[in-house]
């Protein structure tokens, strides 16, 4: 299904401001100041799968081609690290759900409120990812990343309109989840192992972690000249060993 990257933007914008920020240390009324004092996070490494087994990367980082399917100038939700991003998040403090009252009863709750779940997002989505490749198997005889585009794209539908029957699983809550992850994953600083290269920065203009932009307050429509820096600057891609 093709989703225009736009409409992609204005959906994700809000989603990529609420990833997980470090818990800096009180800054002392003194200097000098103690380097990192805080606890930044770590930047990825890159490598094996920290949490999906291989299959269920390979159906993430399918997924995450039809949510963000490439172009002539832009790398698709794949090539990107969407999956990547999702698979370090869920290996670490977010697919635990730290920071959430964990405890029951659970219930059904209202929209505002929030996700009411048990299950962590981890939980969620080894569930889902096992049950979304045993419904294409049932109806293609092929689990999800084998599919062709046209296949991928009905089933992803089916998923997002809740007429996909998965075994146990709600297909169209799972749905907005990944939806959310995957725009998260592609926008986010490439410290978290998505937005490779910055690619999603450089097709949006935005300059990413620059000091500041006082020169530039007053300009508006004017494209910002220089290239964008992330957080620990330019991340390598290039396997170790």
């Known amino acids: 299904m093709t989703i225009d990257r736009r409409q992609l933007l204005a959906s994700a914008a809000y989603i990529v401001a609420s990833l997980s920020a470090a818990r800096a240390s009180p800054i002392m009324r003194h200097l000098p100041w103690s ?5 930044p996070p770590k930047p990825f490494q890159p490598g094996p799968w920290h ?5 269920e990367g390979r159906t993430m980082e399918a997924i995450a081609d039809r949510i963000i399917p490439p172009d002539p100038d832009t790398p698709g939700g794949k090539d990107a690290g969407c999956a990547v991003f999702v698979d370090r998040q869920l290996a670490g403090p977010y697919g635990r759900k730290d920071g959430h009252y964990n405890r029951p009863p659970f219930m059904s709750g209202t929209k505002q409120q929030g996700e009411q779940d048990e299950a962590t997002p981890a939980q969620q989505y080894r569930k889902a990812l096992a049950a979304l490749d045993q419904h294409c198997q049932g109806k293609f005889s092929k689990p999800f990343a084998e599919l062709s585009d046209d296949d991928k794209d009905a089933v992803l539908h089916e998923l997002e309109s809740g007429n996909a029957s998965l075994d146990g699983i709600d297909g169209k809550a799972f749905f907005e989840l990944v939806l959310k992850d995957i725009q998260t994953g592609f926008f986010a600083d490439p410290l978290y192992g998505g937005n490779r290269d910055m690619v999603a920065w450089k ?3 935005y300059p990413g ?8 307050i007053d300009r508006h429509n004017e ?3 220089l290239p964008p820096v992330g957080l620990t600057g330019r991340i390598d891609w290039t396997p170790k060993g």
Do not use: V
Request: net charge positive; aromatic share 24%.
């Open 51 to 55: 949490y999906f087994t291989g299959a």
């Open 209 to 216: 972690a620059r000091y500041n932009y006082l020169d530039w």
């Open 223 to 225: 494209r910002f000249p």
């Open 35 to 39: 380097p990192n004092g805080g606890n």
């Open 203 to 205: 097709m949006i203009g």
